[in-house]
């Protein structure tokens, strides 16, 4: 089996209840199966996010909060409380985790930029596993802002996974994957088993949010495929109700909507033959 360095990101709806309150036995499995993928010899970077429905949850506040100032407050307690749940979990399987948080300027900054590679390169050779979100509690563009780099996790996640060289992302969605119509208002709707090309046809099927706790939704979801798909790497949506999927995914088996990057695009073109899927189009069932 071919050994990789993968980047796996979780959505908030995956870590908390409906309710808002933690989800105890998502952060306990997920903690097992990426140390069990880490002990088979991949490289595991792990994007969350989830630090203000957690700090919500801890502070007792009955409604997300909606000012800057509160936001960033809860985000703060929640980042500490988010981390010492992780460190907790990991730590029952004997594995080492490492917290960066990350603003726009360590990415734009080229100086910031080369130092946080660094980083994840000791980490990553040292058998840790870095846990990484956006330092919402310092930083108000990370929360809203028109000018933001990223500002959601998913395509936090895809900077992180270009800028690490990982081979394949991971978003663990609170969907299966991308479908011809949203699952949830069209029950018959078909799962689209991989993208080749972000075209028109693609996008068009996107939309926002699924939850009133997570900030991402299908649009930042093409998004990172976009990111990932230019540097050439692999991108899937899973479900991140089973973490256990990520068994699947390292061995190879398919599991939810595959966006094959480039080289892998041209690569499968070629084994294809003469007559290769149409990229980019919904494949028939």
Not at 173 to 183: K, N, Q, R, V, W
Not at 189 to 207: N, Q, S, W, Y
Not at 211 to 236: C, F, P, Q, W, Y
Request: aromatic fraction near 4%; proline fraction near 4%; hydrophobic fraction near 40%.
């Amino acid at each position: 089996m071919e050994k990789k360095r993968i980047v796996v990101k979780i959505g908030t709806s995956t870590l908390t209840h409906d309710g808002g309150e933690i989800n105890f036995r998502s952060f306990e499995r997920l903690a097992r199966v990426l140390t069990e993928i880490h002990n088979m010899g991949h490289e595991v970077v792990l994007v969350s996010s989830g630090a203000i429905a957690v700090g919500r949850n801890k502070l007792r506040l009955k409604e997300k909060p909606t000012e800057i100032r509160m936001k960033q407050a809860a985000a703060a307690v929640g980042q500490c409380e988010l981390m010492h749940i992780y460190d907790k979990f990991f730590g029952e399987y004997g594995q080492i985790v490492a917290q960066i948080l990350l603003t726009d300027e360590d990415i734009e900054l080229p100086e910031k930029k080369e130092n946080l590679i660094g980083t994840f390169e000791a980490l990553l050779e040292m058998g840790i596993i870095p846990i990484v979100n956006e330092n919402d509690s310092v930083s108000h563009t990370e929360i809203e802002s028109e000018h933001k780099v990223f500002g959601d996790n998913d395509t936090l996640s895809a900077i992180v996974a270009v800028m690490c060289s990982a081979e394949l992302l991971v978003l663990m969605s609170d969907i299966d994957g991308l479908y011809e119509a949203d699952p949830r208002e069209a029950p018959g709707a078909r799962l689209i088993r991989e993208v080749r090309v972000l075209d028109d046809d693609i996008r068009a099927l996107a939309r926002g949010a699924g939850t009133d706790r997570g900030t991402g939704g299908m649009v930042t979801k093409l998004n990172a495929a976009s990111i990932i798909m230019e540097s050439g790497a692999d991108m899937i949506i899973a479900n991140g109700a089973d973490p256990e999927l990520l068994y699947d995914i390292v061995e190879g088996r398919p599991v939810g909507t595959l966006f094959a990057g480039r080289q892998a695009a041209r690569k499968n073109t070629a084994q294809a033959g003469k007559n290769p899927a149409e990229p980019g189009k919904i494949p028939e069932k």
